[in-house]
RNA sequence: CGGGCUGUGGCUCAGCUUGGUAGAGCGCCUGCCUCGGGUGCAGGAGGCCGUGGGUUCAAAUCCCACCAGCCCGACCA
C-alpha cells in the first residue's frame, strides 16, 4: 500500500510539470468569449448538435440522459404533490388558439401552422402540398387552449376540481436566433395544467409548483436561484400573474429556470370550464400552468461547466462513475479489466439518492489521454483508474470533476466502494455552494441611477467582456423606466421578490418605492 | 420582416482579382511506435467546388437568376 502512495506521488509530480497539461480542453476558454465556449462544451460533451433543419437540435444520447434524468426527478415531485400525466394534440385549431386575445397576440409572431395536407408532384416534378384545410392548425407553441378545450368538457360541478395534469411534450415557437437547448424552434419541456375551485386555491397551487421548481433545481441541479414575481411586461400573455425562478449563469446573466402562472379566469372564459359551484351557480375555474425545459440541460452547462468542459452534478448525470482500465501491456489487459468489471458490478450495488448507481468501464482500445479526457469534457463526476500497479496494490484512483484534473485520490477498492455516496454528495453540495458564492459576489444592492448604468455598462463596447450581474434596486413599478432600461441597457427586471418590503426610493424616478427588485441581463 | 457577408471532402478554410476541371489543417481508416495525461511516424479513403442558365476551345474562377446559411437590428422556455 505505502508503494502505491508513493508511486502516485511519483506521478503527479511528473504531470504538474508538464507545462503542456495547463492547456485548457475547450477553447477558447470562458473569459475569452463565453457563447463560443458554450458551443464547444455542448459539441465536445456530445450533448446535442445543429440539425439540418434550421433552428431545430438533435439531442445526442449523452444530453438525453441528463435529460431523461431530469424528467424523472421532476415527475417523481409532480406526482408527490397529485398530478398525474396525460396527453394532448400537437395540433391545435386556429379558432381555439384564437379564443384568448392576449394570448395569440403574444405567440402570434412564433407560430408554425400547418394549412395543407397531401403531397402532390407538379408540373416541375416538385412535390408540393395540395389540399388545403378548411381551417389551420397550429403547432403548440403551449398548450392552454387545446387542453382547456378537453377540461371544459370534463368540468361540470365544483366536485370534479381540483385538475391536476402534466404532460411531457415537445413544443414549436418559431425563434429567430436559435441556440443549442438555450433557443431552439422545437424544443421538449413539461406543462403543468390545472383548475380549481377558487381563486386562492389556484394561487397556492402556483406557488406550490415553483416552490418545486426551486427545490429540484437546488437538489438535482445545484443551481441557486432567486423567486418571485414577473414584472408586468415579462408576464406570460394571457396570465394575471407569472413566478419564476431565476439563475445566474457564468457570464452573469440570468436565465429563467422554471415559470409558474397564475392565470385567474382568463382561460377558463376562452375556453368555456365553467362548474356549478357549491351555491349551484356557475362558475369559471380558476387555472394555472407552469412549465419547464430542455432549456435547463443549457443551464447546467453554463452554471457548472468549466474551461475543461461540462461539470455535471451527480444527481443528473447519465453515468455517475466511469471506470478507466488503464492496460499498458497485453499480458495483464485481461485481468485489468475482469477488475474493472468487478469493481463495477460491487458500485452498482451502491444506493445513491434514491436510485441505484450508474457505472460503466470505458474498455475501448484507444490512447489511455484521449480517453480520459473524454470523460472530463462529458463531464462525469468521477473518474476511478484501475491499472496493474493498482492489481497489486488491491487499490484504485479516483479524480473527481469538481476537482482539478491532475488530483487524484488512491484508494482501496473497499474503500472507493464504500465512501461513493458520500462522495457524490460531497460533489454535489460543492457545485452548489461553489454557485451560490459566484452569484452572491455578482449580486449587487445598488442605491443610484449612475451607479446602475456604471455597473451594466461595459467597460470596453467595442469587444464587450463579461460584465454586470444582479442588481438589487428600488423601482416605483413604473413601466416606462422599466422600457427605458430595456433600451439603453439591455437590462430588464428579472424578478421582484415575495414578501419583503424596504421602504426608499426608486433610483430611476425618486418615487416612492416599497421594495427593490432585481434586474440582469438575461437569456 | 429590414441591412451586410458567405456557399469548395465529415469540420474549419485556401484557391477566384490575372479562366486551363482542386489543396491545407483537423477528423476518419490501416500499420508500426507509444500507452498511469489528449503522443509520434508512415501509408490511405473521401469532393461532378450550393442549384439552374449564360459567356468561352475551356468555368470553382467571369455574368445572370434562384436557393440556402451566417452576422447586425425588433421577440422568447
Redesign the pocket.
Known sequence: MATGHFDFAR??A??MS?P??A???ISPRREEDFPEWYQQVVRAAELAEPSDV?GCMVIRPWGYGIWENMQRQLDAMFRATGHRNAYFPLFIPLSYFAKEAEHVA?FA??CAVVTHTRLEVDADGKMKPSSPLTEPLVVRPTSETIIGASYAKWVQSYRDLPILINQWANVV?W????RLF???TE?L?QEGHTVHETEAEACAETKQMLDVYEKFVRDHLAIPVYSGEKSESER?PGAVQTLSIEAMVQDRKAI?AG?SHFLGQNFSRASGIQFQNREGKQEFGWTTSW?????MVGTVVMTHGDDDGLILPPRIAPTQIMI?P?T?KEETRAKVLEACDKLARELRDQRYADLALEVDVDRRDI????K??EWIKKGVPLRV??????LESNSV?V?RRDQPM?R?ASMSRQEIVSRVPEILDSIQQSLFERAKKFRDEQTRVIESKKDFYDFFTPKNSAKPEIHGGFALAHWNGSRESEQQIKNDLKVTIRIIPFGESEKGRCIFTGEPSSRRVIWAKS?
Open positions: 506521478l503527479i511528473v504531470a508538464n503542456s497539461t492547456k485548457t480542453a434550421r403574444g409572431k412564433e415557437r425563434e429567430m436566433r436559435p438555450l433557443r431552439t424544443f419541456w406570460f429563467q415559470t412549465g419547464m425545459s430542455t432549456r478507466l488503464i499498458p490512447g489511455g489521454g484521449t480520459n479526457w483508474e484501475i491499472g496493474p500497479r493498482d484512483a479524480s491532475k487524484k437569456y
